[in-house]
């Protein structure tokens, strides 16, 4: 499987149906490989929502699910974040369907940010977006 690094930060708006447009260059990476599987889940430690590829999604649950069902982390993972994950595909139209209830737990209306963080993608309430930068500003090391 090839490999597609997510990076930018994209302002978009949800569509009356609740689709958001992938940008044209995280649809397809150079070799072709198109990523249509994802998984749409709440980040265990932001304020977002977070698209996963389906094969990377695997690979977190299998490292979850190796963990005793009383480990407080497998727990906390499976409850907060599994139990709220959605299977969704790109459209043919290279959109996504944010589903209702992760949208009202983030507070997202129909503006969102489209956030790159490599091997996963961010999506965040613009205002939601703006503070979190604020707060990583006052916390990034001088160079």
Known sequence: MATTTWTGQFSRALDDKARVPFPA??????DGFRYEDLVLAPSPTM???RAYPASIWEQKLEVVNK???SDRVALFFRRAVVANAHKVKLDGAGRVLVPTSLRE?????RELV???QARYVEF???AQWQEELSKLRL???DY
Do not use: N, V
């Not at 260059?25 to 150079?30: A, H, I, P």
């Not at 737990?105 to 209306?109: K, L, P, Q």
């Open 25 to 30: 260059e995280w649809r397809k990476s150079g």
């Open 47 to 49: 304020d977002c929502i």
């Open 67 to 69: 963990m005793a069902d």
């Open 105 to 109: 737990m983030f507070g997202i209306s």
């Open 114 to 116: 489209l956030a790159g």
């Open 124 to 126: 965040w309430e613009p």
């Open 139 to 141: 916390a990034a090391p």
